[in-house]
């Protein structure tokens, strides 16, 4: 297995937002973690990307324990994250977001390499004209479309070169059209790096157009995976989507 | 080439050319203020990169002053009393005391910017402290006599051109260096470290370690000018490695502009000569006048005076298609 | 009562996310915004409530022109807000909360037995600090602690968030009871057609900053496959 | 009223004061021209004179203080046809009280101004860091306020009391007169009280006597609870202050605001009359302090200088012995270069030393080992708000600054 | 080493000084996230209230209040002329509010003059406590401090304005939205912050020199202070007036002052280093 969870434990306070969380995910597979707000998904995240510690359970990557490593570490095991709210550095143009993920891919992040890189220009158009954000090339990120951010932030991660993507809510506020771009280009990476692929989202038309496996979670809890239409067919997670009234 | 870039590079041939118009006088001082003009460029290294607000930079400069001192009158045992063995000594006493700092501050639980500024008020009021109770190193009157730094052809730094020559040499020398790390794919980095450590972290950079290097550099060309003064000024004391010139310093690159080197540069050399102008033509009320003026700018200027005029924007690498 | 006409807002210098919203709502009447999670409903409250300065638009609230007024001022002039996460301050006690309703507002009284009737268990949690308490008792407090102010209306960002669906009926039900009661206007956004269907009378979907249609509610309820629809469910 | 109106106009009539003076100094070069034509044509730049104080940065009224006596010294000579037929001016610089600027305007004085020489500084750490800028631009340094001792430079006068100025007539006295037997020594943390303290101890082990404890604070301390405590504590029964300036004052506000005062002697040294309006009720009553000159010394020249004092800066101006050393330092240079009779510094350095005049305390004569002076010493107490004497010492001489 | 009972008091008498200057200062801070190094200077107006006031005659007991209102009077002025415009830019407000110091101190040196001016002190004789010996007016200023903290924290948490500052402090855009008007909060804040300073001056004012730099001495601890003990809370203050004033006291009597200062100073630093919330944050957690 190339990503295997297992009974992972977390609380804050009085708050358990995971209460034994375990999946897996195979190399170069897209899966779906869907579930209402307050879930525990965020949670799982952070666990997984380093900046929370579980208070038990594993997580591995290819046979590399990842849970309890600091967040830099994971990273360049090659676990990328896209975070909720768009992440890009407000202050910067995209031309140096895309130099940061080349100059992480390509130094791995280590600080000496990284004063001899030389990646450069060439790489980064090349990047941002495959994934048609040549216009927006010099403008500063907190002046972009919020479209745009998202797709960025998605870039930065390819580019970057992770082998594992996490993909927090990567359509929120995006138009139908972007919506459909997105899910092209998250089937596009798959298809031509291989990337295994872990989306959290609730939006349910998204997710019936990527059409992949999904993992329900409800109050720290994985209730049930299964494909969109098994889970959809649900009365439980209907029931966290609709309320009681309509189970 | 931008016009911002082709205006630095002018004022550098202006500064360059200047012993021709000057006469040894304003040589000798603008070889005085050249020394504070380095130690704002450090700064507004860090400031402008990283976003770090430090209090401590008198502390690398006045490390830099000290090591620069005891080195070139054979202070320390086992070193040779060379002045340029001191001035190397000087670079790396000041980036090690910055590499401690940080190493203390930005592992760990981080600090808040705030947090960070408010903590290296302190470390500076205990390096005046330990300075001023270190009777080895002077205490407070710390140490004179400060040879001047012996140059080839028989002259050395005390001749008012020769000394300006130098420290205009290495201002140059520090301002390529620290333009070249942020223009550098380090130095977008750094940029991004400013914006967001948590998503840099995420990235694969160990943002501790970088916030560390870039505070070390900036110590090290800190130190660089520390080094200097002790030469130009002939002596070091505690009133070199306090909160006072700290504050000083903060100044300077403030209103000259935090974020640019060569703003932040000239803001040093202009704020010494107004304050000089202004002690002599209005006596008492010279203090009051820049104190007020000095808030007039951080208001309404948030760049500081030349950030705007002198940026030079991003490298040709990272310019749009 | 609320008329919005126009409305163009976004975050910081960012593009905007409302692109033109009109939108209109009669005394009395108990409207719902639903849409996706993204689409700038939060912001649409926001921007309503004065915390976000618009680009372009027009929010006239009781026929008074109130776009870019502060904060402070919409509230005193009878909006009330019930903010996503509920922003209830967690290290005041309950008592200190429904305080923080009135002492904004010049001329009221703190009327605690009128918040207690609806809501009893703040009465019992009255001491206690605020932060301690469950999801659905947080956010009995924030809607009393909105209505504790007099309100003419009450705009509710998500009320059913992170509570459990027996909990999210009851206030559902308690929400329409007092607006009945007190012939308040109510605007609330949301996602769980639950909570909609009990407390709204009509639905306003938002997409792409912009409203998309507008549908009464007993259609919805009648007719599932037009959420879905429009909820993209 | 008038208090409080004095107090709200005082500084800037001070400051008014100087520039009518500066205004003055400007204006004699004129007149001197209408008067002697000849010469003041032949040689009409002016003989100037550099005058390095700290005009801000807290000890501005060390600054003022000196400024009176330099100042006066420059007007006599100056309604006498300056020197070398040369009208003298005064350049006037701010050291901030902070070293680095002191460098910077040291170096402004010699390498722009081209003064003839530097009067001042205060404060010990300014005049180390400038020493080697005015020994490379070979500008003679006149020094005139009390220093720990120790400077040795052909470049450099000074018109100080030295730890032995103070100590040697101190002790003995402390001893004698008042019964001192156990004695705490408390001081600021920089090199002048750590030196004082050394001499003082030395002379103190030396008599018999004992030395109860010995503290140092930094600067800016604002309680001294502890310390206080301390010295109670330590059973002395007297205490010497080396903490000059506010924390000075404070020290001895809070001794006397918990009783100690009563039962322990104080004597301060450095303490002159710019201290006294610091204090309030009997707070400084009973402060000890040896001095080179105070305003109500009971002799013909000191009566002089202070009636000259007040007769050029008002009848409420204070006279203190920074007053008078700079204005003797300054007669000591100007009758120098009369004597030398050219402005070749070196010559001017080297005519100094030697000399004697009349002081505002008997007669004080510059040495030619060391450049310094021996000064003449008494030792007064605080009575009634004032300063009034407890004995008259006379000639104390100081070892030689240049062996030691 | 000297007993515990003086000892326990001049800590005490440290910690209520400390207290009284750094109230003002955590309120400032923890409500606007605005670090003031001005404050030291509305300290010295507070001081230099008391004289002025004196010189015409006012009784010490009837300057406090008057410089209370001096002070916020001065705070007001700064808040709309100066502070207003950067709120947003915590970096710009400690510059700017260094310039604003270097301003307030020039003028009163340009006003008054340089030298240590003369106060009055109020109490002058010692009383008998426990059997030692003890200056009454130190007595007096650890029952101000005391009754000062209880007013400030009667206000902040019995009167409406103080529910209002602690909601602001707490969640700004939401006391906002509940009616509460943060600017006008601000200003009363800041004037608060100002005028607390000023009243501390003036307390201090007989025990020590007045002279223009007489506030920079206070404002370092003051500021160790309220990071020690968390600037999240206006208790804040006194746990870290506690930890500093008692620290600063005892290694001061058991050492010397200068020794004194650099363990506290390097005290407070690993304090902030490893609990950046302070002390008052430990109890949250």
Known sequence: MFLTVRELKKSFGGIHALQGVSFKLDAAEIKCIIGPNGCGKSTLFNILTGVLAPDSGTAHLDGTQISGLPAHRVSRLGIGRKFQVPGVLSDLTVMEHMEIALAARDTDGLLLRTLGWRGGRAAILKQLETAGLTDYAGQIASQLPHGIKQRLEILMLVARGARLLLLDEPTAGMTAAETQATIDLIRRINKETGMAILVIEHDMAFVRNLSCPLIVMMRGQVIREGSYDEVRADPQVRAAYLGDHHA | MSYRLLLTLAIWLVLGLMPLALGSWELAMFGQLLVYGIAAASLAFIWGEVGLVCFGQALFFGTGAYVMALTSKGMIPGIPDSAWLGLVLGIIGGALAAAILGGLLFFGVGLRSAYFGIVTIAAAVIGERLATNWRYIGGFNGLLDVPPLPLPGGTDSADPLMGYLLVLSFAFLSWLLLLALQRAPFGTVLRGIRCDE????????????????????????????????????SFVSPAVIGLALSTEILIWAAVGGKAVLMAAFIGALGVKWVEGALSESIGAYWLLVIGLAFVAVIVIFPHGLLGRLLDTGLPKRLRRP | MLEIEGLISGYGKGASVLKGIDLKAAKGDRLAIMGRNGMGKTLLAKTIMGLVRPSAGKVKFDGIDITGQHAHSVSNMGMAYVPQGREIFGDFTVLENLRMGVIGKPGLTLDLDRIYGWFPILKERERQRAGTMSGGQMQQLAIGRALIGRPKLLLLDEPSEGIQPSIVHEIAEKLRMICAEEGLTVIVIEQNFDMVEILAERVAFIENGKITGEVPVVQLAADPDLITRHMGL | MTDFSKALFGGRATRRRFLGGLGAAALTPIAATLGAPSIARAQGAPFKLGVLLPFSGGLELFAEQGMQGIQMAVDEYNADGGVLGRQIEIVQADDKTDPRTAVERAT???????????????????????????????????????????????????????????????????????????????????????????????????????????????????????????????????????????????????????????????SFLGFNENYLPGFSGSEAEGIIAPLPFMQTLDRPEAKEFVAKQLAKYGEKARVTYYADSHYNLTRFYLNAVKKAGTDDKKAIMEALPGQTLMSGNGEVTLRAEDRHVDLNILIASVKDGGLSMEKYIGKVNAPNQCSL | MSGFLPLALDALNYTSVLLLVSIGLVIVFGMMQVINLAHGEFFLVGAYAVLVLQGLGVPFWLTLPLAFAAG??????????????????????????????????????????????????????????????????????????????????????????????????????????????????????????????????????????VDPQMGMGFVLPAFLSILVGGVGSPAGAIWGSVVIGGSTTAAASIWTPVIAQIIVFSLSIAIIRFLPAGLSGLRRK
């Not at chain 2, 972290?201 to 090290?220: N, W």
């Not at chain 4, 003082?200 to 030395?211: D, H, Q, W």
């Not at chain 5, 604003?100 to 003369?118: K, T, Y």
Request: glycine share 8%; with cysteine; net charge positive.
């Open chain 2, 198 to 233: 948590r998503r840099m972290l995420s990235l694969g950079f160990s943002v501790p370690v970088y916030k560390l290097v870039a505070l070390a550099v900036s110590g090290g060309v800190a130190g660089l000018a520390g080094a200097l003064f002790a030469i130009q000024f």
């Open chain 4, 108 to 266: 402004q004085l010699i390498r722009r101004d081209q003064v003839n020489a530097i009067v001042g500084p205060v404060t010990s750490a300014n005049r180390d860091a400038i020493k080697s800028t005015i020994e490379r631009g070979e500008t003679p340094l006149l020094y005139a306020t009390d220093y720990e001792g120790g400077v040795c430079s052909p470049w450099i006068a000074c018109y100080s009391a030295v730890p032995a100025h103070f100590v040697e007539p101190l002790i003995p006295f402390l001893l004698e007169a008042k019964g001192a037997k156990n004695i705490y020594l408390f001081g600021a943390d920089y090199t002048w009280p750590q030196k004082m303290n050394a001499a003082i101890r030395a002379k103190i082990e030396a008599s018999g006597a004992k030395v109860a404890g010995e503290e140092y604070t930094p600067f800016g301390t604002k309680d001294f609870a502890p310390t206080l405590r301390k010295i109670e504590e330590s059973g002395a029964d007297f205490i010497i202050l080396t903490l000059p300036g506010a924390d000075g004052v404070t020290f001895v506000k809070q001794m006397a605001s918990s009783g100690l005062k009563d039962k322990i002697g104080i």
């Open chain 5, 72 to 209: 916020g009077l001065l705070g007001l002025v700064c808040d709309a002329a100066i502070l207003r415009f950067i709120y947003h830019r915590p970096a710009d407000t400690i510059l700017a509010t260094w310039g604003l110091s270097l301003a307030i101190r020039q003028a009163i040196v340009i006003i008054f003059g340089p030298s240590s001016q003369q106060v009055v002190a109020p109490l002058t004789e010692p009383v008998n406590v426990f059997g030692i010996s003890y200056s009454s007016y130190r007595l007096a200023i650890i029952a101000i401090a005391i009754a000062v903290a209880a007013v400030v924290f009667a206000v902040l948490y019995k009167t409406a304005f103080g529910l209002a500052a602690r909601a602001a402090m707490a969640n700004r855009p939401m006391a906002q939205c509940l009616g509460i008007n943060t600017r006008r909060l601000d200003r009363v804040t800041f004037s608060l912050g100002a005028a607390l300073a000023g009243f501390s001056g003036a307390v201090m004012a007989p025990l020590m020199s």
